[in-house]
């Protein structure tokens, strides 16, 4: 196939690349994504709010069981694992390359797979910290009460996970770490997002380098001059590249 001998060439020229990730990119690993005919924002939440209400900032304030109701059964999935994409990012990574993952997903895939320089945009399910106390935990530390709302165990405050909701702004530290990486980079690979998202889909135009590639099951809504584009499963692309 001519797009992947391309594919395959502009990995073993990169120096620098950056890999810029939405949710198509662990739809392999058994995770749904939002936007799709078949994503969490076009099902019915069954409790008279829309999905991107329940995962607000607001939400979480004025109905803290409802919302880990939701978030435990939609987007927390503790056994999911890594598929070819994640482990080709770490194998590229291991063989030598300067591989810098920015990830839209919360699930943490890419660090189980090995990728050591991973920028989360939206935070992960992994971290978590009490309201009151800022005491952190990871996910299998949570204990949850008797309405399933996690509760810190030296006060009993609220422990949220640390992800950007609905209403809250990214982190201006990882921000500006993605701006960065990507403006540094000579190949930069757009995977599994329809860049539909503010401002996660404005980072692209940092990118002064010399390739840029996307791959995604469906065309982008966002107009984006490419240096190639590959209409394909993320994992199943890279399935066929060699390190």
Same mark, same amino acid.
């Given at each position: ?7 395959? %060439? ?10 810029? !990730? /939405?949710?198509?990119?662990? @739809? ?8 799709? +005919?078949? /994503?969490? #924002?076009?099902?019915?939440? /069954?409790?008279? #709010?829309? +999905?991107?209400? =329940? ?32 482990? #080709? ?6 063989? /030598?390359?300067?591989? @810098? $993952?920015?990830?839209? %997903?919360?699930? !943490?895939?890419?660090?189980? +797979?090995?990728?050591? #320089?991973?920028?989360?945009?939206? *935070? +992960? ?6 309201? =009151? ?19 810190? &165990?030296?006060?009993? !405050? =609220? ?13 201006? &530290?990882?921000? &500006? ?12 690979? =757009?995977? *599994? ?22 791959? %995604? ?11 190639? @584009?590959?209409?394909?499963? $993320? *994992? ?6 060699? $390190?």
């Amino acid at each position: 196939m001519e797009e992947l001998d391309t594919l395959q %060439n502009y990995m073993n020229n990169s120096k620098k690349i950056v890999f810029f !990730g /939405g949710a198509g990119v662990s @739809t392999e690993s058994g995770i749904p994504d939002f936007r799709s +005919a078949d /994503g969490i #924002y076009n099902q019915k939440t /069954g409790i008279g #709010y829309l +999905a991107e209400e =329940i995962i607000s900032d607001w939400f979480l304030a004025e109905h803290p069981a409802l919302f880990f109701d939701y978030y435990f059964k939609h987007l927390v999935y503790p056994q999911a694992r890594p598929n070819p994409a994640h482990d #080709y990012l770490a194998s590229l990574e291991k063989s /030598g390359k300067n591989v @810098t $993952v920015v990830t839209q %997903n919360i699930d !943490g895939l890419h660090q189980l +797979a090995g990728s050591q #320089y991973v920028l989360e945009l939206h *935070g +992960a399910i992994h971290q978590n910290h009490c309201l =009151i106390c800022q005491k952190d935990y990871a996910l299998e530390e949570l204990k949850l009460d008797k309405d399933g709302i996690p509760r810190c &165990t030296l006060d009993n !405050g =609220i422990v949220r996970p640390n992800v950007v909701l609905y209403g809250e702004a990214l982190d201006e &530290t990882v921000l &500006t770490a993605s701006i960065t990486a990507i403006s540094e980079a000579d190949v930069m690979i =757009i995977a *599994g997002t329809s860049l539909s998202v503010y401002p996660a889909n404005g980072l692209i135009h940092y990118f002064k380098g010399k390739k840029l590639i996307l791959i %995604n099951k469906t065309s982008l809504q966002q107009a984006t001059e490419a240096d190639l @584009t590959i209409i394909d499963a $993320v *994992g199943e692309t890279f399935k066929q590249l060699k $390190v």
